[in-house]
């Protein structure tokens, strides 16, 4: 019998597309546990089911998505019900309810990691109803997980206020080291001429991402050209938006690419962008992994003003600031970061200092303690 730990990862998203998941997966096996993960997917073109230790099942979003729920339900059910974990993560507020009744069942230890404030969603701006459900449910359940994962220290402060906790860990998403290296040369794979620098978006593509503010911009910018890699529920929209636009030889979408191959195109981007609209308190407390990954690249990059993004990028000077709304702004930052090459190596060097603090190997020493 294995006298490894058995952990399990709980996630409504597929491994191999998020980075964050990924991680703490390789992670674990290397700290010698045993370590299992069962996730879905229901977004990705010609996916086909993975069974053994990383399981993913493919769902199907139709009306109402009754059948998307109980499918979902189900197969987290079973798995909870047999494993023999005695650690289990719930990555999302989606698989959290199942892993506290069910795991506590178990008498396993839980870790929930509050990777957004669920109850405050953009994407639930507008429906009422679901934000109410969520927000409830999180209240309900958050207390009883022995302890919650963060991605920044003021969604750490908001959770303490909302709801009195003690055991919250901050985990922020940030990358593996590595040194950047060109396995793919964009403007090559593109056939994009080579004096046209390369503005770059990387992550899920989503309402309030600032996708259309370049967009916008693009025209003042003609010596530009913007690489989108990622996909998600707005992916035809952009791409039908571009059309109108008539950016169609400025455009570029990637598709989505699993975490192994991203870093291989990222390093080939003049400017990485990471604007988001404050539309919600998940959204004002910021602080993706698509910002660390331009960092870890050494690639300068272009934030909107939200404090957490805003703390790191005047920390570390590895970029710009700018007001969402403020298209001058934008295009000047821009410009400055691609027509001025020494403000643009010096940034670049500051991103290599940066990713020797900004790494996952050095974030995740904390949490690795509390499995012991």
């Not at 698989?95 to 509050?114: N, Q």
Request: proline residues 2%.
């Amino acid at each position: 019998m294995s006298s490894q730990k058995k952990v399990l990862i709980t996630f409504l998203g597929n491994i191999n597309f998020d980075t964050r998941c990924k991680n703490l997966f390789d992670t674990l096996t290397a700290n010698n546990f045993e370590v299992e993960f069962i996730g879905f997917d229901w977004l990705t073109k010609g996916f086909k089911e993975e069974h053994g230790e990383i399981s993913i099942y493919r769902l199907k979003k139709r009306f109402l998505s009754i059948s998307f729920y109980l499918k979902f339900i189900w197969y987290i059910k079973l798995k909870l019900i047999t494993t023999k974990a005695s650690i289990i993560f719930a990555e999302d507020i989606y698989t959290l309810p199942f892993v506290i009744i069910l795991g506590k069942l178990k008498r396993a230890k839980i870790y929930y990691d509050s990777r957004e404030l669920f109850g405050y969603l953009a994407a639930l701006k507008d429906k009422k109803l679901k934000q109410t459900f969520w927000k409830w449910t999180q209240k309900i359940f958050i207390k009883k997980a022995d302890y919650v994962i963060v991605t920044g220290a003021m969604d750490a402060e908001f959770l303490k206020k909302e709801f009195e906790l003690k055991n919250i860990l901050l985990l922020r998403n940030l990358p593996r080291y590595y040194k950047p290296t060109l396995n793919l040369d964009l403007h090559s794979h593109l056939q994009i001429d080579i004096d046209k620098k390369i503005i770059f978006y990387q992550g899920v593509l989503l309402k309030g991402r600032g996708i259309e503010k370049v967009f916008e911009v693009l025209k003042d910018l003609t010596d530009h050209v913007f690489v989108i890699a990622g996909g998600g529920e707005f992916e035809e929209n952009y791409k039908k938006l571009a059309s109108e636009m008539d950016l169609v030889d400025q455009v570029y979408f990637l598709g989505k690419l699993t975490q192994e191959d991203l870093p291989k195109v990222t390093a080939s981007a003049d400017v990485g962008v990471s604007l988001i609209e404050n539309l919600s308190k998940s959204y004002y407390y910021a602080l993706p992994n698509k910002l660390f990954e331009y960092i870890m690249a050494e690639v300068p990059v272009i934030v909107s003003n939200l404090p957490q993004m805003k703390e790191i990028i005047d920390k570390y000077d590895v970029g710009f600031v700018v007001e969402f709304d403020n298209k001058d702004e934008l295009i000047s930052a821009i410009k400055k970061l691609t027509e001025d090459s020494s403000l643009h190596e010096s940034k670049k060097q500051n991103c290599h200092i940066a990713s020797q603090e900004l790494n996952w190997e050095k974030e995740i020493t904390t949490l690795l303690k509390t499995l012991v």
